[in-house]
Structure formats: C-alpha cells, structure tokens
C-alpha cells in the first residue's frame, strides 16, 4: 500500500538511519547506511569520525561523476504485516556547509561535530510503502 | 575496521533483511527492502506476496537494463560503537526457479511459497565493516 508523499518524507525524516545508494561512472551501484538529518526537502550527510578505511570514499566519488542518488529507510519485524519502507530520490552535491539539524538529531554530533564534507540530496521523488 | 569476507558474507547471510540496490539505463538507482537467502555465493530473492502496486517492477526492469547490483545488510544502534554492515556486490540475473533455502529461512514463505520471478544474483565482491 502506498504512503502518502507527506507520510513517507515524515517517517524518513525521523529513522535513525537510512541507506544510501550511489552509482559510479561504469553504472556499479553502492551502497552504505548513513546518518542523516533532513531540512525542508534536502537530506544532510556529513563525513563524520565514524571510522573509515580511507578519506577518498567512494559515495564521494560517485557523485562527484553521477550525482542521481536514492536514500531508503525501512524497518523489519517477523510479522511482514508491519513491514515499511519511505524512499527519496534526489540530485546530491558535495558541500562544505554542516547543519545544525545533525547535531540536533543525534547525540554523537553534539559530542563531535562532524567535519565533513557533507552530502546535501535536493529530493525530487519521496514514495513510500506499508504491508497493510 | 574492515570485516574478513567470510565474517562479511556471514553476517550477511543470517541478516533478516537487506537493501538491494539496482540502476536504470539512464544511471538512477533504485533502492528497495528484500527478503532473500544466500546459497553458496548467489544471493537469491523472490518476487512476493508481500503487496505491490504493480508486477512490473522497477528492480526487474533494471536488471534487465544493468545487471550490476549491491545488497547491503546493517545493524544500528545508538550506541555507534556497535554499528556494523556487510555488503556484496554482483550480477544479478532474473529466474523462475526459487530455492528451498527461502523457505527454510522465513516461515512466511514455507506457508505462502513466492511464486517468483526469483532475482539470483552471483556475488563478485564482499566487503563489511564495523566499529569497532
């Protein structure tokens, strides 16, 4: 069953994390969960202290040669009937700029402000599915 | 911290739910929940009963279009220390023939057997990360 526009961008604005698939230059998808903070209509994603095996990442680098991106959040339970997912895809660029809505959202940017870079997705698509 | 492919593959393989990842001709990726289970190195999914509003979807025709795909599993937890995720990249190719390992991992499907088309896809890469 579908969710509304408004339901979905609601429950994607409020999951703790969500996925985010990138497409490099060859057309091979990536992807890797993200932490995120969403203001009016754009998705906020900082390079942050998480570890990483390198500073050179490739979500980066697929933008930077593709910027169409896709963010999904979903939540599992045994019983499929509470199964849902909202989805948005948008147009993402590589940005310097932080927001204050990350640090608001979660704990850890309080403690450590992330440095970035950060990605900021122009949603133009948010769809959204529930079981019943 | 990287993960060994093994532990990758099996925490991928036990995890109740993934993120598969596919991209149209025109380089849009497509993100969506699934169900599946892992035999040997192919990934299998089904096309299920679960509710769709259509049965032309957007994962089969991309496939069709690029068979390049990326399935990601994770874990979140507030307490980011325990943060993990494991992806495998791969080819992914569209059948009739399901497998018996879904059914044996979801009771759903042992009472409601998916009547497919089935989504098999050969992994080439593995790679998983945590924390700590």
Do not use: M
């Not at 959040?73 to 045994?78: L, T």
């Amino acid at each position: 069953v579908r969710l509304s526009r408004d339901e979905a961008l609601h429950r994607l604005r409020v999951a703790r994390v969500a996925r985010l698939a990138t497409v490099s230059a060859d057309g091979q998808p990536h992807l890797v969960p993200v932490t995120f903070a969403i203001r009016d209509e754009v998705i906020v994603i900082a390079v942050d202290h998480k570890p990483k095996s390198t500073r050179n990442l490739k979500r980066l680098s697929n933008i930077q040669a593709n910027p169409r991106v896709s963010v999904l959040a979903d939540e599992y339970n045994e019983d499929w009937t509470q199964l849902w997912w909202a989805r948005a895809d948008g147009t993402a660029e590589i940005s310097g700029r932080s927001d204050p809505l990350l640090a608001e959202k979660y704990q850890q940017y309080k403690e450590n402000p992330p440095q970035g870079p950060f990605i900021r997705i122009h949603i133009t698509t948010v769809t959204g599915w529930t079981y019943t």
